[in-house]
């Protein structure tokens, strides 16, 4: 973004990568064939790099609005100093904070979680999907708390998975039902508490209840715990868990 | 009397919910009237399951379509007459009450389904732990007395019906149709006239005492959200649900910390939030939050969409909401003796930690809700308590936040590096 602001230009959007997209092995490939979109579009963006911070949305989840107000103040100067007119992010948890907590501490951009940028993308005919990698093949999609519940977006990305010529097939819990991943609310930091199952287990048996080839995600950590949960039912060799953006990605290379 | 304890009893709701701080919600006036009437007048998310959606609307509109005749029942107490309204409505008349027998019979076998769902099939979500007790018995009596009031109110038809044609007494007016009731005259065959006048009687004053009783019973029952339901709609929070409460003091800290250029001696500006961050007890909670306690019907519909409660963790959400109305009303007895409050709190002595830190934050009981309860807002204020309180989080949490704070993210790595995807 420092590049852009020197240049005395400002790129269409600035890309939110977010933690898990900067440091977590697996998040980082979203972020990589995310980015492989924007540039297959031509779409001009900016990443914040070392000036990016955490967005505050765990912090708050745990119950420190101290800190959280810290983080959330910090980013917005930076992104207000850069005048950030629309971000689009591939976290749902930094989409939902910046996009409905910002406000309140003086940060108004126009947020975008990137299945509905890349669906917006591929409607006005920027991005071209290949019909063939996924045609006909089972897909199932999780719906991350903080995209569906909170922000009643349940349609972009399973627009997009139709797209793929992809047989859409849907859990016994899905959309304002969706179950959660287990992830959400700082939880994903901490062990859960004593019970009798963990919550990415459950929400993996009904993933794998559909006979789904493909579990596709909309959030890092939603994606790491259905990994797990895959992996914990041995079944990583039949099914992948992806995000849609790498649904997307994937379709040209393969 | 009855009127007065039920006034009493509304007065003493009221000024428990003011208990609470106040929290402005007289924003967007028509989307709250919208969302009333959709939610509460229509029931709309109460169909979400559609067997429990479908009796409910039965019982739901049985009930308001027979409290119009009890308008004729009361009128005919104070004129000492029979069916005042009849000459008037004339053929509708037959209509009306044709239509309330039928819904009377509806509501019979509603509610037997309803008592069968949670007696022989005990569906899970009544038998929860937090089910034991008042609350298994509350929910069974109020089926009880439903099926009392309907079965009085077909009685009463019954012998008012039979005695219009063997009476000799003419102000047994003849008039309504009886497609129910019908079915219980002949019993009433070969008993003396005198008999049969008690039975409409007693069918008469126990049906009035039973409808008065039974709205003295509310207050001390799930039973409220019949009336609570309206304001609890109207009031809630219409905000996406991924935007958590905003605390404006904590604003003008940060706000002091961040800016160099601020007096830190001015005088703060005078705000109407109180001085502890977070809840520890009722009285730290908002009014709508109280207001959502009292309407609680404890149908656990959001308990059965909790992950953590499917998974066996302790919270229920359900609790939450029944533990602050039982904190609410404990501090609420000790006001009525003029007592001041006492030391326990809705914190530890009612939820307890593991129940709130086992919170995914998933909205999934909000969403659940068929009155737009907010258990989360609660959990969310008590871990605001222990964690700006008494810095008593997890442990892994406070490194994860200690993480932000040293290098603005929630794992140990560089914030320098954070570009290092891109190389790799």
């Not at chain 1, 297959?40 to 967005?55: D, I, K, M, T």
């Not at chain 1, 947020?111 to 996924?134: A, K, M, P, S, W």
């Not at chain 2, 129910?180 to 009035?208: C, K, N, Y």
């Not at chain 2, 019907?297 to 992950?307: A, H, L, S």
């Amino acid at each position: 973004m420092a590049e852009w602001n020197q240049a005395g230009k400002s790129p269409e959007v600035l890309f939110w990568v977010g933690c898990a997209g900067s440091f977590d092995d697996r998040s980082k490939k979203i972020t990589k064939a995310f980015v492989e979109l924007l540039q297959r579009a031509n779409v001009s963006f900016a990443v914040l790099g070392p000036e990016e911070s955490c967005s505050g949305d765990p912090a708050k989840r745990a119950g420190n609005e101290f800190l959280f107000q810290m983080q959330a103040s910090t980013n917005i100067k930076t992104l207000n100093r850069y005048s950030v007119k629309k971000i689009v992010t591939a976290c749902p948890h930094c989409f939902n904070t910046i996009k409905n907590e910002y406000p309140q501490l003086g940060g108004t951009y126009e947020v975008l979680h990137h299945t509905q940028f890349l669906n917006h993308l591929v409607e006005e005919g920027r991005l071209e999907i290949d019909e063939n990698t996924y045609k006909g093949k089972k897909i199932t999609f999780h719906d991350p708390c903080y995209l569906g519940r909170a922000n009643n977006e349940y349609n972009a990305p399973r627009s997009l998975i139709t797209k793929l010529k992809a047989e859409l097939v849907e859990m016994k819990s899905c959309k304002e039902k969706g179950l959660c991943c287990g992830a959400g609310g700082a939880q994903m930091f901490k062990d859960a508490e004593k019970g009798n199952k963990e919550v990415n287990i459950e929400r993996t048996e009904q993933a794998l209840d559909t006979n789904t080839e493909v579990i596709a995600a909309g959030c890092p950590f939603c994606n790491t715990m259905l990994h797990d949960g895959v992996k914990n039912k041995e079944k990583e060799s039949k099914v992948a868990v992806m995000d849609v953006a790498q649904l997307l990605a994937q379709t040209e290379s393969l | 009397m009855a009127v007065g304890l039920f006034t009493r009893n509304i007065l003493r709701i009221i000024r428990n919910i003011r208990l609470g701080h106040a929290i402005d919600r007289s924003d967007r006036k028509s989307d709250r009237w919208k969302h009333m009437a959709r939610l509460a007048l229509g029931q709309s998310k109460m169909t979400v399951r559609p067997i429990a959606g479908l009796l409910h609307i039965i019982v739901y509109v049985g009930f308001v379509v027979i409290n119009i005749e009890l308008l004729e029942i009361i009128l005919d107490g104070f004129l000492g007459t029979h069916r005042v309204l009849a000459p008037y409505l004339g053929s509708a008349y037959d209509v009306l009450i044709s239509v309330f027998e039928v819904f009377a019979l509806l509501v019979i076998v509603a509610v037997t389904l309803f008592w069968l769902r949670r007696n022989a099939l005990r569906i899970s979500r009544f038998w929860k732990p937090e089910m034991k007790g008042w609350p298994k018995k509350d929910a069974d009596y109020i089926l009880y007395i439903e099926l009392v009031l309907m079965f009085l109110f077909l009685t009463m038809n019954a012998s008012d019906f039979w005695l219009q044609q063997y009476s000799q007494d003419a102000s047994y007016v003849q008039a309504g149709r009886f497609p129910v009731s019908s079915w219980i005259t002949p019993l009433f065959d070969g008993m003396q006239v005198s008999s049969v006048i008690l039975v409409e009687r007693i069918a008469w004053w126990m049906h009035i005492i039973g409808i008065f009783a039974f709205l003295n019973y509310l207050y001390y029952s799930k039973h409220l959200h019949i009336l609570l339901a309206f304001p609890n709609t109207f009031y809630a929070n219409l905000n996406p649900l991924g935007r958590f409460s905003h605390s404006e003091t904590v604003a003008n800290e940060v706000k002091l910390m961040l800016d160099p250029s601020a007096d830190p001696y001015a005088t703060p500006s005078p705000t109407s939030e109180p001085s502890t961050f977070g809840a520890a007890d009722v009285t730290d909670l908002h009014r709508v939050q109280l207001l959502n306690a009292y309407s609680c019907t404890e149908c656990g519909r959001c308990t059965d969409e909790c992950p953590a409660n499917q998974t066996g963790k302790k919270l229920s959400p359900r609790k939450i909401m029944m533990d602050t109305r039982d904190r609410l009303e404990s501090v609420g007895k000790l006001l009525n003796k003029g007592l001041p409050i006492d030391d326990n709190t809705l914190l530890d002595n009612y939820v307890s930690r593991e129940e709130l830190w086992a919170c995914t934050t998933c909205n999934a009981c909000v969403e659940a809700c068929p009155i737009s309860i907010d258990p989360l807002s609660i959990i969310m204020d008590m871990r605001q308590y222990l964690v700006m309180e008494q810095s008593s989080a997890p442990t892994e949490l406070n490194a994860m936040m200690t993480n932000i704070e040293n290098n603005g993210a929630p794992w140990p790595f560089n914030q320098q590096d954070r570009l290092k995807w891109s190389k790799e």
